[in-house]
C-alpha cells in the first residue's frame, strides 16, 4: 500500500527516535562515591553502556518510561520498524498485503523466528501482544476500535478485518514511541494490560539476564544466539536487519554525573546515554570521546496535572498557572543559557513540525506578573489545598524542572509539597490514582520526545478519556472528538487546521503545562562504531 511522503511525515504515528525518560535507581547504587573501581570484564565484544537511569519498570506496555522503552527493543522484536525516512517497513513481519479498499489486512510472518524459551514465533502470539498493546497505546486504542476480527488462520498468518480503514495501521504497529508493539508469546501476552508481565520472554537480538540484575546499579543482556535478522536492507533506526556484534550488554547505573564522565573518559565505561549540559564541555574536548546530538526533534519538557483531586481538577486553576510559566527559565537550568541547545515558545507540538503552530500561544507570551496568577487562582476557586510534587533528585533534567517548578507555584501562592525522590519511586506513584493525602500527587515533571508528541494521533499527553488516559487521567471530550478529526482528514492542510483546533483546546484545557524543548547529546568513546541514531540501541554496534 503506496504512501504518500508529505503527508506520512504529517500524519505518522510518533516516531521516539530520541533518549529520554525512563526508570531510576530503586536501591543505593555501590557508584555514588566519587571514583569507583569499576569491574572491568574482557574481550571487545562486551559493551559498557550507562543508561540514563536505572530499569525498575520491565513490562513496556505498562509504562511510557524511554529506559523500559530501550529495554524493550533489546528484548523483544516488532512487526515493523521506521527506517530514516519515517517510513514504516516489515520487521517480523515478511509483508503484508491490503485488500476490500482497506478493510481486510493480511501480515506474514517471517520464517524460523523464535522465542528465548526455544518456541517459534506463531501468529496467535502476534495476535495477543497487539490486543494487549492496544489497550494502552493512542493509536492501538483506535485499532481496537476500527476492528471487526483480529485472527491468526495460521502460524504464519495475521489477519485483521477492519471496520473502516486505518491508513495509520503499519505506522502503529511499528512506531518507536512508547508503549511500543512488542510481540511477546501468547501466554505472557494474555497479562491483564495494567498488571506487568512477570517473564521477560522474547525473540529480540539479546535476552535479559534476570540473575545479574542489581536493582539500582546493574542489567545485563546476553546476545540470543537463535535470532533470526533480516536477510535483506540496511540497518536504519528501528527498521533493517538487526546484526548483532555483541555477545554481553552490561547497563551500570551511575547516578553521579561527574563518576559517570570519569568511567567514560578512563575507558572503564564505553557509552553514557545522557551526559549532562555542565560536563559536556569537558567531554567535547576529550579526543577519545564522541559527542553527538541523535535526535533532531529534541525533548519536549511538560508539567503534568492529575485531574482527578483538588486543585488541578479545576481547568480554571490549571489556565491561571499559564499566566507563570517561563519556559526560558525551565530550559536554562535543564540544559545551560546557550540558546543553540534549547528554544521556549513553544506549544504541544514540536516547532518545526507539520502540526506546530502558534494557536494559543499569547498564554505563554503575555508579561509574566505572579501577583495576576494569585488572583486568577483565587478567581478560579483555589483555596489553599496542598499540591503535592513528586520530584526526581536522581534525574538531573527533571530534578532541574522541578525545581523551577516548585519555585512558581510558591512564587504563585500554591500550598506545596515537595516530595524528592528518586525517578522509580515517581514513575511508580505518579501510577496511583489515590488523593494527594493518601499517597497520591498533584504534579510530575517529565519530557516526551519529540516524536512522541508529533500529531494528535500519537500524543500520549493530550488524550482526554479519563481513566484510561495517560497518567493525570483528564477527561477531554471536545479533544478526543477533534482528534477523530483529526484521523480522518483528507491531506495534509486538513490535518494542519485541525491540529490548531487541538491546540487551542489544549491552551483551554490544560492537560499539562508546556515547559520548552531542549536537544540531549550522547556520548561515547571513539572505538565505538556503528550506533544507531536516535535512543539506545544496541544492534549494529561494533568495539574494537
Known amino acids: 500500500m503506496a504512501t504518500d511522503r508529505r503527508q506520512f511525515i504529517a500524519g505518522t504515528a510518533g516516531l521516539a527516535l530520541g533518549g529520554a525518560l525512563g526508570g531510576s535507581p530503586s536501591g543505593a547504587s555501590p557508584f555514588a562515591l566519587s571514583r569507583p573501581a ?24 505498562i509504562t511510557t518510561a524511554y529506559v523500559t522503552r530501550h529495554h524493550g527493543y533489546l528484548v523483544w522484536d516488532t512487526l515493523y520498524g521506521f527506517d530514516e525516512d519515517f517510513e514504516p517497513q516489515p520487521q517480523m513481519a ?22 528465548h524459551d526455544g518456541e517459534p514465533v506463531r501468529a496467535r502470539d502476534c495476535v495477543a501482544s497487539i490486543r494487549r498493546w492496544a489497550a494502552r497505546d493512542a493509536l492501538g486504542q483506535v485499532l481496537l476500535a476500527r476492528t471487526d476480527a ?10 485483521i478485518r477492519l471496520k473502516q480503514p486505518f491508513p495509520l495501521l503499519f505506522s502503529a504497529l511499528g512506531k518507536p514511541s512508547t508503549p511500543v508493539c512488542f510481540m511477546m508469546p501468547e501466554r505472557i501476552a494474555q497479562t491483564d494490560p495494567n498488571t506487568a508481565v512477570r517473564e521477560m520472554i522474547g525473540s529480540g537480538p539479546f535476552r535479559y539476564v534476570a540473575n545479574e540484575r542489581v536493582a539500582g546499579a546493574k542489567v545485563v543482556y546476553e546476545r540470543f544466539a537463535d535470532y533470526v535478522p533480516r536477510a535483506e536492507g540496511t540497518p536504519s533506526w528501528t527498521a533493517g536487519p538487526k546484526r548483532v556484534n555483541l555477545d554481553r550488554v552490561e547497563w551500570t547505573v ?12 578512563n575507558g572503564e565505561m564505553d557509552w553514557w546515554e545522557q551526559p549532562t549540559a555542565d560536563l559536556q564541555p569537558t567531554l567535547r574536548r576529550n579526543r577519545n570521546v564522541v559527542m553527538e546530538i541523535p535526535d533532531p526533534t529534541g525533548l519536549c519538557a511538560l508539567a503534568r496535572f492529575n485531574h482527578l483531586h483538588p486543585p488541578f481538577d479545576n481547568p480554571a486553576i490549571r489556565r491561571a498557572l499559564l499566566g507563570a510559566v517561563v519556559q526560558g527559565d525551565y530550559m536554562t537550568a535543564v540544559i545551560g543559557t546557550d540558546r543553540s541547545l534549547w528554544k521556549d515558545g513553544i506549544g504541544f507540538f514540536p516547532p518545526g513540525t507539520p502540526m506546530a503552530s502558534d494557536a494559543g500561544l499569547e498564554a505563554l507570551s503575555t508579561p509574566r506578573d505572579y501577583e495576576k496568577v494569585k488572583r486568577d487562582l483565587a478567581a478560579a476557586g483555589y483555596k489553599g489545598e496542598k499540591v503535592v510534587l513528586i520530584a526526581a533528585s536522581d534525574f538531573p533534567s527533571l530534578n532541574a524542572l522541578a525545581q523551577v517548578g516548585n519555585d512558581m507555584l510558591t512564587k504563585c501562592g500554591m500550598n506545596v509539597e515537595f516530595i524528592s525522590t528518586d525517578w522509580g519511586s515517581v514513575v511508580q506513584r505518579r501510577a496511583s490514582r489515590e488523593a494527594p493525602e493518601r499517597g497520591g500527587w498533584s504534579m510530575f515533571f517529565t519530557f516526551f520526545a519529540g516524536l512522541d508528541i508529533f500529531n494528535p494521533g500519537v500524543s500520549q499527553a493530550l488524550r482526554g478519556t479519563g481513566q484510561s488516559a495517560w497518567f493525570g487521567w483528564p477527561t477531554m471530550p471536545k479533544m478526543e472528538d477533534l482528534r477523530n478529526t483529526w484521523l480522518d482528514a483528507p491531506d495534509l492542510d486538513a490535518q494542519k487546521k485541525v491540529a490548531r483546533e487541538v491546540q487551542a483546546e489544549a491552551f483551554r484545557e490544560v492537560p499539562y503545562l508546556p515547559l520548552g524543548q531542549y536537544f540531549q547529546a550522547t556520548a561515547y568513546r571513539r572505538n565505538i562504531s556503528g550506533v544507531p541514531k536516535g535512543f539506545p540501541m544496541f ?6
Not at 544492534?539 to 574494537?544: E, G, L, N, P
Open 94 to 115: 515478511e509483508g503484508h498485503t491490503v485488500e476490500d479498499e482497506g478493510r481486510r489486512v493480511t501480515i506474514r510472518l517471517r520464517p524460523g523466528m523464535k522465542f
Open 539 to 544: 544492534w549494529s554496534v561494533q568495539k574494537s
Open 254 to 265: 551511575i547516578p553521579d554525573a561527574s563518576t559517570a564522565a570519569n568511567a567514560l573518559t
Open 38 to 61: 569499576l569491574a572491568q570484564a574482557a574481550g571487545s565484544r562486551v559493551l559498557r553502556f550507562i543508561p540514563q537511569s536505572d530499569l525498575t519498570v520491565l513490562d513496556p506496555i
Open 150 to 159: 483480529m485472527e491468526a488462520p495460521d502460524d504464519r498468518t495475521i489477519l
